[in-house]
Nanobody, 123 residues
Framework: QLQASGGGLVQPGGSLRLSCAAS????????VGWFRQAPGNKREFVAA????????SLGSSVKGRFTISRDNAKNMVYLQMNSLKPEDTAVYYC??????????????????WGQGTLVTVSS
């Protein structure tokens, strides 16, 4: 019900846009978030957006470089990643908090997860 796509190999300083396709009524008012996990690291909050109202939160390590947006008509959420750094290399996951009462930053607050998409930033 959540499908992430758009990962790949990009050089430092480059850009990528990740997409998260949501299907099902469960997500009609959900908060959708992006998390990432590098080998040996904990899952890290990247960004989230409320479906209703559009409130946004960004992780401190990506502020000023990443943006999150949504297209309600298409049930899509996007993560635009600019000025990518090698330390951004990770598997990126989209997730949904079906309650949608706020913008959550902890993985445990999300009840639906998509499969990950690998982003590799390397020259």
């Amino acid at each position: 019900q959540l499908q992430a796509s758009g990962g790949g190999l990009v050089q430092p300083g480059g850009s990528l846009r990740l997409s998260c396709a949501a299907s099902g009524r469960t997500f009609s008012s959900a908060t959708v978030g992006w998390f990432r996990q590098a080998p040996g690291n904990k899952r890290e909050f990247v960004a989230a957006i409320r479906w209703t109202g559009g409130s946004i939160s960004l992780g401190s390590s990506v502020k000023g470089r990443f943006t999150i947006s949504r297209d309600n008509a298409k049930n899509m959420v996007y993560l635009q990643m600019n000025s990518l750094k090698p330390e951004d290399t990770a598997v990126y996951y989209c997730a949904a908090d079906s309650a949608g009462l706020g913008v959550r930053v902890r993985p445990g607050e999300y009840d639906y997860w998509g499969q990950g998409t690998l982003v590799t930033v390397s020259s």
